[in-house]
């Protein structure tokens, strides 16, 4: 078993690949939009050229718009479903010039109908989808071809079905997403809580063995946090206590866990070539805590105690350690980390 640094969720990389896979999908319109104007010349089909050249600037801006800018991704939606739908009405009309193959327009339909059911809500796209469907039936597109445009229905509302099944799917998995991160992360904080880590704990002192040296648990207990709550207020409290939360998150490969473990207290699991190198490691977040700076809060320290795996058979005798030393930590003034000698007072 294996256990990767933990990380806070990141919505805005999710963003960014949607947004970068959604303008390379615009620059394969644009692309298929250049080359069908160029055979619209060739052929002599004058309202083809325009449409496609209009279609290939349109998307081109689209794309560059998704890339370079942060516009609002319903502005963008908004724009992709209205070109798409003049396309496929100017497409009707070259339908009836005889520049554009009628199927061109049915395909047109059930790819424009999948969007809209994707994008928008369901009432607004299933009116959508049956009013470019009952826009097939007109005359401009000649005689209609009945077989076609029934099976196009057909399909058109197996695509709705899916659509909806899609997202009652969708909803389920963000709730269950929801309730996990519920029953495993600190509410306040977003770090892991007790439970979790104790789970991730049992796994690392069965998986790293005797031998583990470097990898190291680190209690660490914010200093004179009960004098900041009762002159403050817990309100603010709870302000320190995100911030030093967020700084023990950092960008470093040593970091295996972080969590809230109870209170003020913190617990960090580091994983370092050597001791040495996971008690830099360990001093380094004090030193990042040591760092904040909060407006209108006295400066921030923690306190710490660190024990490595290789110390203790269980994980309650690895705890006891990292508590006891962290309580040394205190004792000998505070805004210390202490790794070694494990005599010990209680300072609150």
Not at 55 to 76: D, E, K, Q
Not at 119 to 130: D, E, I, N, R
Not at 217 to 232: A, E, M, P, S
Request: hydrophobic content about 50%; overall charge neutral.
């Amino acid at each position: 078993m294996q256990l990767g640094p933990w990380r806070s969720p990141d919505g805005g990389s999710t963003e960014r690949r949607t947004r970068t896979r959604f303008s390379l999908l615009i620059l394969g319109v644009t692309l298929a939009q250049v080359v069908m104007a160029f055979r619209a010349v060739q052929q002599g089909l004058p309202g083809l050229e325009v449409q496609t050249l209009t279609g290939a600037a349109f998307t081109l801006i689209l794309a560059l718009v998704l890339v370079c800018t942060r516009a609002p991704w319903p502005l963008v939606q908004g724009a992709g479903l209205t070109a798409g739908y003049t396309w496929l009405m100017t497409s009707m009309i070259l339908v009836g010039r005889g520049e554009v193959e009628p199927p061109t327009v049915f395909i047109g339909s059930l790819v424009m109908a999948t969007f809209a059911f994707m994008w928008l809500p369901p009432t607004t796209a299933v009116l959508l989808a049956a009013l470019g469907y009952a826009a097939l039936w007109l005359p401009v597109m000649g005689p209609p071809d009945v077989p076609a445009l029934l099976a196009l229905a057909v399909v058109t509302s197996q695509l709705w079905y899916l659509s909806a099944h899609g997202r009652t799917v969708q909803q389920e998995r963000i709730r269950s997403d929801l309730l996990a991160q519920m029953a495993f992360t600190d509410p306040l904080t977003g770090l892991l809580n007790r439970r979790s880590t104790a789970e991730r704990l049992e796994a690392l002192m069965t998986t790293t063995g005797a031998g583990a040296e470097g990898v190291a648990l680190v209690l660490l207990d914010i200093d004179h946090f009960k004098r900041i709550n009762d002159q403050l207020g817990h309100l603010r409290g709870d302000e320190v206590l995100v911030a030093v939360a967020g700084s023990l998150v950092g960008d470093g490969n040593e970091v295996l866990v972080a969590s809230r473990w109870g209170g003020e207290e913190f617990l960090v699991v580091c994983a370092a070539p050597s001791r040495a190198a996971a008690v830099r490691a360990a001093e380094e977040l004090l030193a990042r805590v040591r760092a904040l700076t909060l407006p209108g809060f006295p400066r921030v320290t923690v306190s710490g105690g660190l024990a490595t795996f290789d110390e203790a058979l269980t994980v309650a005798q690895l705890l006891a350690l990292a508590d006891a030393r962290m309580y040394l930590a205190k004792d000998r003034g505070r805004d210390q980390l202490v790794s070694e000698d494990t005599s010990v007072g209680r300072s609150a």
